[in-house]
């Protein structure tokens, strides 16, 4: 199914395919990419993104969980916006990929608190 | 983050995790695994769960999209019930695993056609 995702056309994407699409700022600035996508198993709705920033803000390569109500696809950019300030994302929940990261009702609404959204987990 | 989803308790699966979730009948018989989701880019709702039913039926390892709505999270299971007879699985459409099979939106309508489901795509 190659083919497929990578047509930024095409309003599916395979779960597997998400790693590497990017994620822009207002300004259209690429930010960092979509590493994974946090499923809800009964629902099937995406609940979190979780993105890595590369290098950008000297944040290396943890990732952060981002409720999914903050990432909007723009079609003409192929790729998420955020409309998140700088320094919210400094401050932002995140771990290092190579942790064994236990996630934990008690780890998601800390996330949720952060970006002050519903909590997923109430 | 694997050991996380390796628990069927947590109510998130991570969307590189999905592959190899089992999929059973209403009698608990399992069928086969979901072998990937196609996720709306837009909604990050689960469209169709790909799933492959091994050798059974005689299938071999062809992928058959499901209408999302068709499998349900069955937590004492740990995976997906479908309520769909044998019947209706053998002559369901599906496309070998390694075809470059490209996704258009008449596919879909055919498979949501063949479930009886409202189109995604209309």
């Known amino acids: ?3 497929v995702t990578e047509r930024t056309s095409d309003p599916l ?11 822009y700022n207002r300004a259209g600035e ?3 990419t979509v590493d994974n ?3 809800d198993k009964v629902s099937g709705k995406a609940i979190y993104g979780i993105m890595s920033f590369g290098g950008f803000l000297g944040i290396g390569e943890n990732q952060f969980p981002l409720p999914w109500s903050q990432l909007s696809y723009d079609k003409r950019l192929g790729g998420y916006v955020v409309d998140l300030d700088k320094r919210v ?6 771990y290092a990929r190579d942790d064994r990261f ?3 009702p ?3 609404r800390s996330v949720d608190k952060y ?8």
């Open 1 to 3: 199914m190659s083919d």
């Open 89 to 94: 994302l400094e401050g932002a929940p995140s």
């Open 13 to 23: 994407i395979a779960a597997d395919r998400v790693t590497g699409t990017a994620v």
């Open 106 to 108: 008690e780890y998601g």
């Open 30 to 32: 690429k930010l960092g």
């Open 102 to 104: 236990e996630w934990t």
């Open 115 to 122: 970006y002050r959204v519903p909590s997923y987990w109430d």
């Open 37 to 39: 996508i946090m499923i």
